[in-house]
T-cell receptor
Framework: EDQVTQSPEALRLQEGESSSLNCSYT??????LFWYRQDPGKGPEFLFT???AGEEKEKERLKATLTKKESFLHITAPKPEDSATYLC??????????FGSGTQLTVLP | DTGVSQNPRHKITKRGQNVTFRCDPI?????LYWYRQTLGQGPEFLTY????????KSRLLSDRFSAERPKGSFSTLEIQRTEQGDSAMYLC?????????????FGPGTRLTVL
């Protein structure tokens, strides 16, 4: 059975304090590893898709990387508006996404 | 706005009633997915359509749940005889098979509360 585990569950940072979120996955026949941002009461917002180990993608203060067993979301010099829950998901031989429980990020001004 | 839309955004119902939700995907997308999300958890897969064909159903989708996508465009998810355990956010997502990617774009969700 496919499994995605995210850590930490919650993370509090001061504005400007860089950090990384971890996503460990066991997904049969991985076709893609996805990162989403979710604000309270809203649907997940797509951030990145990673397809193969060694791949990196960047968007503003966010950079996602992928190894054969993990993915990391690096947040550089975060701002309060980066506060949200960040979800990691994998797609494998089945087309649906298997999600982790998310990391709730709070950035304090 | 050409994103995924869902209606209603909120639904409060009494236990035992039937409810129906609607999802309108991004217009050029042929794949449509339904997920359920409870507080503090990631979304859980319910079912998946490619065009009008329902290709996969999760074991979470009991016989009280039914989904349709009659013309390969919008989709409906019906829950019969609702139970308090059905209270959750129901999310719809769409994607396309054209470029070999499984990237899915989510709608705002329908929040269901069963009293």
């Amino acid at each position: 059975e496919d499994q995605v585990t995210q850590s930490p569950e919650a993370l509090r940072l001061q504005e400007g304090e860089s950090s990384s979120l971890n996503c460990s996955y066991t997904v049969s026949g991985l076709r893609g590893l996805f990162w989403y941002r979710q604000d309270p009461g809203k649907g997940p917002e797509f951030l990145f898709t990673l397809y193969s180990a060694g791949e990196e993608k960047e968007k503003e203060r966010l950079k996602a990387t992928l190894t054969k067993k993990e993915s990391f979301l690096h947040i550089t010099a975060p701002k309060p508006e980066d506060s949200a829950t960040y979800l990691c998901a994998g797609s494998g031989s089945a087309r649906q996404l298997t999600f982790g429980s998310g990391t709730q990020l709070t950035v304090l001004p | 706005d050409t994103g995924v839309s869902q209606n209603p955004r909120h639904k409060i119902t009494k236990r035992g009633q039937n409810v129906t939700f609607r999802c309108d995907p991004i217009s050029e997308h042929n794949r449509l997915y339904w997920y359920r999300q409870t507080l503090g958890q990631g979304p859980e897969f319910l079912t998946y359509f490619q065009n009008e064909a329902q290709l996969e159903k999760s074991r979470l989708l009991s016989d009280r749940f039914s989904a349709e996508r009659p013309k390969g465009s919008f989709s409906t998810l019906e829950i019969q005889r609702t139970e308090q355990g059905d209270s959750a956010m129901y999310l719809c997502a769409s994607g396309t098979s054209l470029w070999g990617t499984d990237t899915q774009y989510f709608g705002p969700g329908t929040r269901l509360t069963v009293l």
